[in-house]
């Protein structure tokens, strides 16, 4: 597609240029003094009458965001009010009592926040006492004031906390909070992000209801003095993401210019919010196509949000400016410092980026907000809305602006009232309230993302609230922070580094940065064949490779002759010795080049993946990540093989212990991770000195010989490492073959029992078998859950790699008090997921391994269909082997007794009161290798994480994607072996301990007993 107005600027550039520029941009001396004193007057103005700050700093002065009392009244205020049933509303009341002391907060200030958490909190508690034990706490309650009382008093504060920071659960209620007052006022209709296409007509239609009924009430006061709207992208398309680019593109900017053509009809401030920095340039380029209309043509109120937080804030900023040039007009830009700061470093880490592309110092933030300040008051085709609430930020902004009138200032309704208050005594500069509309029960949650940003210890907000921070430190020159080399936190390590010094992060790339991507792609499609996977011994009939997604020959395997299995572990038998004597230090070391290689060559490999494997891009690239993360996490625990123990002995005698290899490993994975699985299996048997005769599934053999042979090239002999493709037969005749020392196995339950059953039959020493199977994993879901973020995490763990994981979600148990609006949910984001060809990228569901499994599939869904039971069912392209996303209801959990491998999710209902009897059912179904939980409710948490039946347990995200070292992967009982794959207990499995005592006194006596000297 080409860009009619491309933007192009590093996703994350470093820490150190910017903080060079900073210091060389200082202002100048006179300047500096200048700001520190119009800093000193406001908060000395805001500290004036002390204990009236006003909205969140009074909040964060009575329940410190550092406190268990006030992380329990955010996780009550996030909550409580969404849950509909009055059970769990007392099981989350009490929870959240358990958690502290609020008795000392009941005669605290006379705000009304304070007073209802008061009320609702510390009355409670100051009639139970210090009991801590949460069944108690409920008896007690119900005994002295009754638990629908303690309800009650509990909702309304979290009601009155709500009306304290949303503007109006209503637009019609919000502009008559409005009418009458001096500043101005930007409504946002606030919510989550559409997950569906009702959920995006319905906000299209919040918006144009709430432009229509702010037009009506404006007034005559012209630009940029009128009132305004700011609309969320991501709020008016459902899947506002890099990936869909294309169709974000065709579908998306008509939506936003209708809305936009109805504020220009009423001459009103029209602002496009600002998103994630992976959304940033598919959010540039909606605004470019927008703005290119000739329909808004001389219109002065169209707005873009930037957010200083991110390194690429000045680009946008000369980016929007050159919009306006091009299409003659003057826009409005609002400058914030910027929402979601963990979020982008936890997705920056997640991601394997470079960088962040966001800044790890507050003062670098601050600096760049100036910067970017004094950019905006040089750009006349821009409208400057300066959105704070520091007070050395507006004195930075008074100083610069000079004589300078027009310009704005902004702050968030409930927040910065005495800093604005303060300001008005120094200042004539307008101010405009950001006022959040719409109901308290879904707002809540934005509340408190707002009230945590704002009440970090390191933000302003916080320190300004507390009385003992002294005035110097809230106005302190940022420059100072940075000075000297501290650019970056000292405790924060680069994405790269978050696993040091066990090991290297793998390299990842962001979707959303359209540079990397082109080059990933690039490196995708200069990937060529033939490709060709051969046994290491004798080789039967050669046969196509055939892929997934069109039935097209992908490349050849000749398959392994049974007759050449023996000679095949002789040869690893003989290498064996050799092998296992290398050191330890060298093993890893090939190990370490493997990963090494496997990133500079992921072309070949993701072409692979999607090809022969049917996998999307976003799949393919966080397998080999995996892959290489599993190489480097082995070569770290590496150490272990080549470790000697002393172990305690009566004196006179010396006991030492030693790990070294069994002997020759067969691995045997399978298809659904034919390069994680295939390598780890085979990197973890290689780096404990054993050798490998490896045979992977039938229908990725091609990944598999390309794997070995990399391995190959790092360092490992040929006759350690040893290829075996071709069907069960070669796998059985591996298993029976009396040199094996020990199999790993993933796969299907039945054959790993088979495989086992091999082993013990067997003559000849006893070898271990590693396994890892999947199982019916289940997740919980409560009414305290926020469903938006429900329906992402079953979406995910369901449908992603079209339910081909061992680990996805086959069984979901929902409370019935929200299940119809779950599954409504879940229903319309299902539909919102583009099944088709992994190749292309805006595709979510590729196809499923074979006919064979599509054939189950479809049967399985076609009983469902017959019974009454299909809630949905997705449409399946033709061609290929794919299969929709399905949903189908149970009556019951155990209806579920066995795996259903694909895109299939099973929906149950549950009873609130039960929560412990559906753990029980879930677990009487025998195996799960993983098990999800949503709720808010500690006391929940803590019983599931002691006591579900899983071997990985996720609570409050997706039950998928595992990380080595950090979520080792791996079941029990009927789901595996253990120990977990990418855990620190993986490598003991592979290997033999040999213990040595030796009598130390055998030629006459213990020398070292008898030289001891008295004391």
Known sequence: MTEPFPFAAPYAPPDEDFAAR?????????????????????????????????????????????????????????SLLRVPDDATADALIVDKLAAGDFSHHAAASDVMLVQACAFALGLSARLVGQEAEPR????????????????????????????????????????????????????????????????????????ATAIRAIAASAGAAPLP??????????????????????????????RVLELARLARAQDLAFTIDAEEA??????????????????????????????????????????????????????????????????????????????????????????????????????????????????????????????????????????????????????????????????????????????????????????????????????ADPHLA?????????????????????????????????????ALRGSIAAARGPFMARPAGGATKVRAVTSPVDGAAVGEVAETEEAAIRDMMAAAARAFPSWNRTGVEARAGILKRAADLLEARRGVFLALLQIEAGKTLDDALAELREAADMCRYYAGQARLAGAEIRLPGPTGEDNRLRYEGRGVFVCISPWNFPLAIFLGQVAAALVTGNAVVAKPAEQTPLIAAQAVALLHEAGVPRAALQLAPG????????VADPRTAGVVFTGAVEVAQHINRALAARDGALAPLIAETGGVNAMIVDSTALIEQVVDDVLASAFRSAGQRCSALRLLCVQEDIAAVVIERLIGAAKELRIGDPRDLGVHVGPVI?????????????????????????????????????????????????????????????????????????????????FGLETRIETRMQAVARSA???????????????????????????????????????????????????????????????????
């Open 22 to 78: 900073f210091l060389a941009e200082r202002p100048s001396p006179a300047d500096q003094r200048a700001i520190t004193g119009k800093a000193r007057a406001l908060v000395q103005g805001m500290r004036a009458e002390r204990g009236a700050l006003g909205g969140v700093e009074d909040f964060l002065h009575e329940f410190s965001l550092s406190s268990r009392e006030g992380l329990a009244v955010m996780a009550l205020a996030e």
């Open 136 to 207: 108690g706490l409920v008896a007690d309650l119900a005994r002295r004031i009754g638990l629908p009382a303690l309800r009650t008093a509990a909702r309304q504060a979290m009601r009155l906390m709500g009306a304290h920071f949303v503007f109006g659960e209503t637009i019609d209620d919000a502009l008559a909070r409005a009418k009458g007052k001096r500043e101005r006022f930007s409504f946002d209709m606030l919510g989550e992000g559409a997950r569906s296409a009702a959920d995006a007509q319905r906000y299209f239609e919040a918006y």
């Open 225 to 254: 003095g009128r009132p305004g709207i700011s609309v969320k992208l991501s709020a008016l398309h459902p899947r506002y993401e890099a990936i869909s680019r294309a169709r974000v593109l065709a579908e998306l900017p008509p």
């Open 278 to 475: 992976d959304r940033l340039e598919l959010s540039l380029d909606v605004i470019a196509r927008v703005v290119a209309d000739p329909s808004l043509a001389g219109w002065e109120g169209f707005g873009v949000a930037v957010q200083a937080y991110q390194k690429r804030a000045r680009d946008v900023i000369d980016y929007v400016d050159a919009l306006a040039q091009a299409h003659d007009r003057r826009f409005m830009l609002r400058l914030v410092k910027g929402a979601y700061w963990d979020s982008e470093i936890k997705r920056a880490q997640e991601r394997g980026l470079a960088d962040y592309p966001v800044f790890t110092r507050k003062a670098m933030t601050d600096l760049n907000y100036d910067a970017c300040a004094a950019q905006l008051l040089a750009a006349p085709r821009l409208y400057p809305q300066f959105a704070t609430h520091n007070a050395r930020s507006v004195a930075e902004i008074l100083v610069r602006a000079g004589d300078r009138e027009d310009y704005e200032f902004q702050r968030l309704h409930g927040m910065g009232e005495a800093l604005y208050d303060s300001l008005a005594a120094i200042s004539a500069a307008p101010v405009r309230v950001y006022a959040p509309v719409g109901p308290h029960r879904d707002l809540l949650a934005y509340l408190v993302r707002r009230l945590i940003e704002n009440g970090a210890n390191s933000s302003f907000v916080a320190r300004a609230a507390d009385p003992e921070t002294p005035e110097a430190a809230l106005i």
């Open 482 to 518: 940075i000075s000297g080399g501290r650019a970056r936190h000292p405790r924060l390590p680069s994405p790269s580094e978050i696993y040091q010094p066990q090991r290297a992060n793998s390299k990842g790339v962001e979707f959303g940065d359209r540079q990397a991507l082109a």
């Open 727 to 734: 069907a069960g037969n070669i796998g059985a005749a591996l």
């Open 850 to 930: 074979d006919a064979d499994a599509k054939e189950k599939l479809d049967r399985h869904v076609a009983e469902a269909r017959a019974a009454g039971r299909l809630l949905y069912c997705g449409e399946a392209p033709q061609g290929g082997c794919f299969v929709a996303p399905a949903i189908i209801r149970l009556a019951r959990v155990g209806d579920l007794r066995q795996e259903i491998f694909g895109p299939v999710l099973h929906v149950a209902t549950w009873r609130a009161g039960r929560f412990d009897a559906l753990i029980e059912e879930i677990e009487a179904g025998g195996y799960g290798l993983t």
């Open 949 to 1015: 039946p899983a071997g990985n347990i996720y609570i409050n995200r997706n039950m998928i994607g595992a990380v080595v070292g950090s979520q080792p992967f791996g079941g029990f009982g009927l789901s595996g072996t253990g120990p977990k794959a990418g855990g620190p207990d993986y490598l003991r499995r592979f290997l033999r301990e040999i213990t040595v005592t030796t009598n130390t006194a055998s030629s006459g006596g213990d020398a070292g007993l008898l030289s001891l000297e008295d004391d």
